[in-house]
């Protein structure tokens, strides 16, 4: 049982470039997020798909778009990197029951925008 | 608006001694739930403890504790007798409301003095 699994672990892009983080759950979750971690700022959410066939913005979601591919995948996507963009992305995935939104948490990407 | 507030950006606490790290939130739901998630440096997200907010008795978790308050609405962390692998950032999350994800504070920095 692999949990929440991202990929890559690291990047480095340079400004303009695009690129995917794709992120993938085998609990049989409904729910999945994308959130971003930057000093003193905690966790922030990007997006989010509550189920399989939708996907609502976070917090922070200029710049990103996602797809949900199906109930275990949900991508994130930059059209066109920024060195704002720099950061730690986090995938997580919960199942909305008796124990509301607790979450499930890959181990991040790195991401570096130069 | 800041609806999960950790005040201590930073702790420390001497090994074997016992710390608590202080969180506040606000929330539109009367039945909920609340988290403390640790990220030691390997960056993953770890889920400490939760509590039910209709619950009377305090959570615990081994020698992890909290203190909630639901009509101050606040929730503290207790770690007793502190081990260097206590060491981390601590992160309280709790649902704005019914619809929404979880909302992470900004966390606390706990440094563990051998």
């Known amino acids: 049982n692999a949990g929440v699994t991202q990929t890559p672990k690291f990047q480095v892009l340079k400004t303009g470039q695009s690129m995917t983080l794709q992120c993938a759950q085998d609990?049989?979750?409904?729910?999945m997020y994308w959130y971003r971690q930057d000093p003193g700022m905690g966790l922030r959410l990007i997006y989010y798909?509550?189920?399989?066939?939708?996907?609502d913005k976070g917090e922070v979601p200029n710049g990103y778009n996602v797809s949900r591919l199906n109930k275990r995948e949900f991508s994130l996507r930059l059209e066109s990197a920024a060195p704002s963009q720099t950061s730690v992305y986090f995938c997580a995935s919960s199942a909305p029951d008796r124990v509301r939104y607790e979450q499930y948490f890959g181990p991040g990407t790195r991401l570096t925008v130069t | 608006a800041q609806t999960v507030t950790q005040s201590q950006p930073e702790m420390s606490v001497q090994e074997a001694e016992t710390v608590t790290l202080s969180c506040t939130y606000d929330?539109?739901?009367?039945?909920?739930?609340l988290f403390w998630y640790k990220q030691p440096p390997s960056r993953q997200m770890i889920l400490v403890i939760r509590?039910?907010?209709?619950?009377?008795q305090n959570a615990t978790e081994n020698r992890f504790s909290v203190n909630f308050q639901k009509a101050a609405k606040s929730f503290s962390l207790k770690i007793s007798d502190s081990q260097l692998g206590d060491a981390a950032m601590y992160f309280c999350?709790?649902?704005?409301?019914?619809?929404?994800?979880?909302?992470f504070g900004k966390g606390t920095r706990l440094s563990v003095i051998a």
């Open positions: 798909s509550a189920s399989e066939g939708t996907t």
């Open positions: 609990m049989n979750h409904n729910s």
């Open positions: 509590q039910e907010a209709y619950k009377q």
């Open positions: 929330t539109s739901e009367s039945d909920y739930y």
């Open positions: 999350a709790c649902p704005y409301s019914g619809n929404t994800p979880l909302v």
